[in-house]
């Protein structure tokens, strides 16, 4: 099992831009969630899905937009990138929805300029 | 919603000491705990989690205690080691509500 995994790992990108992040897991998680993390501001979720074709927005979505067309899926998309982008993302999935452990893929280190 | 403050945001440790790690919360209703470890370069991975009808946990190195009545809870590592250094992320959450993290504790244990 592979697990969680997120590509790109590095991605620098222009005002403006755009661009998808991939989230697959092979562990047939419903739940699938994508966070940021920022410096001394710990995990916060953009969005997360209960199951395929379901979405939800979290603590700070805007600016972000997800898809999950298949179960072991989730894209992360940015259409507009603003350099508040700066993060890494980290994608995330679990077999409950919320009070069970999450396994977390390796993050995508994104730089906007 | 849900209020979780972890501290200390830095701990120094000799290789060989004890690390306790705090978080309080704010909603009485949250019932599982979760503690990640984090390494350099790495996602978040879970080491340990306590649920609300249990008052304490252990894992060999690894504890967590839970205090309802205060709405605290710790992360206690013995005999600390270098690969023992890494971010620890406390977390609590409740049925269908949005899970919050603490802002994270870069643990660093001195050979």
């Known amino acids: 099992n592979a697990g969680v995994t997120q590509t790109p790992k590095f991605r620098v990108l222009k005002t403006g831009q755009s661009m998808t992040l991939l989230c697959a897991q092979d562990?047939?998680?419903?739940?699938m969630y994508w966070y940021r993390q920022d410096p001394g501001m710990g995990l916060r979720l953009i969005h997360y899905?209960?199951?395929?074709?379901?979405?939800a927005k979290g603590e700070v979505p805007d600016g972000y937009n997800v898809s999950r067309l298949k179960k072991q899926n989730f894209l992360l998309g940015l259409e507009s990138a603003a350099p508040s982008q700066t993060s890494v993302y980290f994608c995330?999935?679990?077999?409950?929805?919320?009070?069970?452990?999450?396994?977390f893929g390796p993050g995508t280190r994104l730089t906007v300029t | 919603g849900e209020n979780v403050e972890q501290h200390p945001s830095t701990l120094s440790v000799q290789e060989g000491d004890s690390a306790v790690i705090k978080c309080t919360y704010s909603?009485?209703?949250?019932?599982?705990f979760p503690w990640y470890k984090q390494e350099l370069g790495k996602g978040p991975q879970l080491i340990i989690d306590?649920?609300?009808?249990?008052g304490e946990k252990k894992d060999q190195r690894i504890a967590v205690t839970l205090n309802k009545t205060a709405k605290h809870f710790s992360l206690h590592i013995t005999e600390t080691q270098p690969e023992d250094s890494a971010v620890y992320f406390c977390?609590?959450?409740?049925?269908?509500?949005?899970?919050?993290f603490g802002r994270g504790t870069s643990l660093i244990v001195h050979p």
């Open positions: 995330a999935s679990s077999y409950l929805q919320w009070s069970a452990e999450q396994y």
């Open positions: 562990m047939n998680h419903e739940y």
């Open positions: 899905s209960v199951g395929e074709g379901t979405t």
């Open positions: 909603d009485s209703a949250s019932n599982y």
């Open positions: 306590i649920r609300s009808n249990v």
């Open positions: 977390a609590a959450s409740r049925v269908s509500y949005i899970p919050t």
